[in-house]
């Protein structure tokens, strides 16, 4: 898996390069920069709704659903109450415990600590990771929309780009440049959409997953360099 994640970087950054250097400089600076304000403010926007959609839309529900997937559990035994939840709960809330480095005698701790009930205690647990997903969800989806217009103003001045004429070298080179940036950054949104998915697999294929993308060259990198997620992260601490 590792190698097919690397070889996709590697075959996103050919494509865009290969863009630059056919489109020129002027073109693909436009074009970059219209993703990466798209990025930003998508992921801005993201920021702004998350916490209110999760309040209104999924955090009953998740309390719901826990409360039903804990409702056999009657031991007051905070090791077994530990054991019993890990067991009932869904494949989300174990990949979130995983992430967050949950294990089952941390769980134990805090229920023993908790003064509210199982589901009300994991719903706490769990609520900024679901934000943080439903943030980095609302990003991609704004982005989209956000690219739609970007493409649709492009469009309006390719008359007039087609009359700047930059010929030479330095220009095909610098569009390859800003050709690579761009890669960089789609790759970036690719990520948020790449974790998401994991978060609904098998706890198993999860981890999996991690250890995959731990050992990638091109990916990792752009992993821990993540605007969108720096700028969810940073914002939510306004």
Known sequence: MNVWLDLGIAALIILFGYSGFKR??????????GTIVSLIAA????????????????????INGLTDATSQITTSDPAQ????????????????????????????????????????????????????MISCVLTIVFFLVLMIVVGFLIKKFSAMLNKIKIIG??????????????????????????YFVMMFIDPQSCESLRQSIDNTIFYSLIKKISLPELIINWLSTL
């Open 169 to 194: 070298v330095p220009n095909r080179i610098l569009g390859i440049v800003v050709g690579v940036v761009q890669a960089v950054f789609v790759s970036m949104l690719l990520t948020l959409i790449l």
């Open 24 to 33: 020129g400089f002027i073109y693909m600076v436009l074009n970059a920069a």
């Open 43 to 62: 992921s801005f926007l993201s920021s702004m709704f998350s916490l209110l959609i999760y309040n209104l839309a999924f955090k009953q529900n998740i």
């Open 81 to 132: 109450m530990a054991q019993q939840t890990i067991e009932a709960v869904s494949n989300f809330v174990l990949n979130v415990f995983s992430f967050l480095g949950l294990d089952q005698q941390s769980l134990a701790n805090t229920l023993k600590e908790s003064v509210i009930g199982i589901p009300e205690t994991l719903e706490e647990i769990i609520r900024p990771f679901a934000v943080k």
